[in-house]
Antibody, heavy 122, light 114 residues
Framework: EVQLVESGGTWVKPGGSLRLSCVAS????????MSWVRQAPGKGLEWVSR??????????DYAAPVKGRFTILRDDSENTVYLQMNSLKTEDTAVYYC?????????????WGRGTLVSVSS | DVLMTQSPLSLPVTLGQPASISCRSS???????????LSWYQQRPGQSPRRLIY???NRESGVPDRFSGSGSGTDFTLKISRVEAEDVGVYYC???????????FGQGTKLEIK
């Protein structure tokens, strides 16, 4: 089955750390650009981070609000992408979606997970 | 940084009638390779988003042909030729041309049935 399954979301105190995981199946993960997008409660979509393929050198990009605090990683042997979140702030509270929108040699390919909720509060 | 501005933010539509959503960017979205990286997403209530349109006017596989995208430069439009009940949700435009700041979404337009 073609899917993305996120996990790792939970409640954490401000200043804390959390690692989200996203396991992919049903497509060639090693060729996929993987991203995280978040949605604060009742708000719109906000892109967080992206990692390209190892073939391309695995470059990463981050949105300004998370740069320096979040790190995106991929483990192609496990078909998994991670989001390591440090120094969490209350404004990081959101549902975090794992998504892919492009696969090398295939082209545009849109797939989203169901999301995992991160709640940051004291 | 590039800003994406959608209008209207709320769109009541009668079933079977057309609908149109505008998206304007603060800078041209034409990339150096000649492509324009403007996409449209739909988020139905309680569901994850899904992409409808990429590179201005290319429909994703499985997206009904009543959805169409158009525009160029800084002005873009998503049109629904005849709104159906399943179209209720929030629609977002997103630019992928300017890095940084990276993919940037508009505020969203909530489509509801009158």
């Amino acid at each position: 089955e073609v899917q993305l399954v996120e996990s790792g979301g939970t409640w954490v105190k401000p200043g804390g750390s959390l690692r989200l995981s996203c396991v992919a199946s049903g497509f060639t993960f090693t060729n996929a650009w993987m991203s995280w997008v978040r949605q604060a409660p009742g708000k719109g979509l906000e892109w967080v981070s992206r990692i390209k393929t190892k073939t391309e050198g695995g470059p990463t990009d981050y949105a300004a609000p998370v740069k320096g605090r979040f790190t995106i990683l991929r483990d192609d042997s496990e078909n998994t992408v991670y989001l390591q979140m440090n120094s969490l702030k209350t404004e990081d509270t959101a549902v975090y979606y794992c998504t892919t929108d492009f696969i090398l040699r295939l082209g545009y390919f849109d797939l989203w997970g169901r999301g995992t909720l991160v709640s940051v509060s004291s | 940084d590039v800003l994406m501005t959608q209008s209207p933010l709320s769109l009541p539509v009668t079933l079977g009638q057309p609908a149109s959503i505008s998206c304007r960017s603060s800078q041209s979205l034409v990339y150096s390779d000649g492509n324009t990286y403007l996409s449209w997403y739909q988020q139905r209530p309680g569901q994850s988003p899904r992409r409808l349109i990429y590179k201005v006017s290319n429909r994703e596989s499985g997206v009904p042909d009543r959805f169409s995208g158009s525009g160029s430069g800084t002005d873009f439009t998503l049109k629904i030729s005849r709104v159906e009940a399943e179209d209720v949700g929030v629609y977002y435009c997103m630019q992928g041309t300017h890095w940084p700041p990276g993919n940037t979404f508009g505020q969203g337009t909530k489509l509801e049935i009158k």
